[in-house]
């Protein structure tokens, strides 16, 4: 049905996050997030890029989150959908370039939305989204994927420097502080 419309810019926006133990948390809804996190970008992109390249030009944003970059536990499933709203982005901003059409994974930290409040988690130093989606702007057709706040990127840095199973050992103490009530 959306073949038919003419969108210059597509933002893969909607998402939500489930925090607690996965194997308690409900199926049900970690199926509804995979479907809004990553079914849904899949779908429309495929759909509204394919009209797009038929165009030449057009701009697709995956907005993904730093949770993309490490995996974190209590939040399992949804940074294993962020990655994969990182990696789909990164992939075709090199696919799509060459067809006139420029993407970006954006990945924000914290930021202050009604996010936090819906997944029952506390944002860590969150900003506001105006700065957000300024960067989202000025670095589409520019880069692959951009991080949202000079904090972030210095974390998302010191963690590349580290062995992966480090960084989930980390990002699982410091969740698990934030939701120790939802964990009892
Ligand atoms: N806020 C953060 O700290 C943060 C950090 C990193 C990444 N992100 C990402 O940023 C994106 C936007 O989130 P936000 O911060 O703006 O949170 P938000 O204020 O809660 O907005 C979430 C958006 O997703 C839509 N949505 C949620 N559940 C849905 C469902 N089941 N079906 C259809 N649409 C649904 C909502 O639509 P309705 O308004 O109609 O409910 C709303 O437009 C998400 O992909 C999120 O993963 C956020």
């Not at 944002?123 to 692959?144: D, I, T």
Request: charged share 20%; net charge positive.
């Amino acid at each position: 049905m959306v073949q038919t419309l003419e969108v210059g810019l597509l933002v893969n926006n909607a998402g939500f996050g489930l925090v607690g133990s996965f194997l308690q948390n409900d199926l049900d809804r970690e199926l509804e997030m995979l479907d809004v996190n990553c079914r849904a970008p899949l779908i429309l992109t495929h759909e509204l890029g394919r009209e797009m390249v038929t165009r030449k030009r057009g701009g697709i944003i995956f907005v993904s989150s730093t949770s993309g970059f490490i995996s974190t536990p209590y939040l399992t499933h949804y940074a294993a959908s962020k990655a994969y709203d990182l990696y789909l982005g990164e992939g075709l901003w090199c696919e799509l370039i060459e067809h006139g059409i420029v993407v970006l994974s954006l990945c924000p930290g914290g930021t202050r939305t009604e996010f936090h409040e819906l997944a029952g988690i506390k944002a860590f130093a969150p900003m506001s989204v105006q700065p957000v989606v300024s960067l989202e702007l000025r670095k589409l057709g520019k880069k692959p994927s951009a991080i949202a706040g000079w904090h972030n990127r210095i974390m998302i840095f010191l963690e590349r420097l580290s062995a992966r199973w480090i960084n989930t050992n980390v990002a699982a103490r410091v969740i698990r502080k934030r939701i120790r009530s939802t964990l009892e």
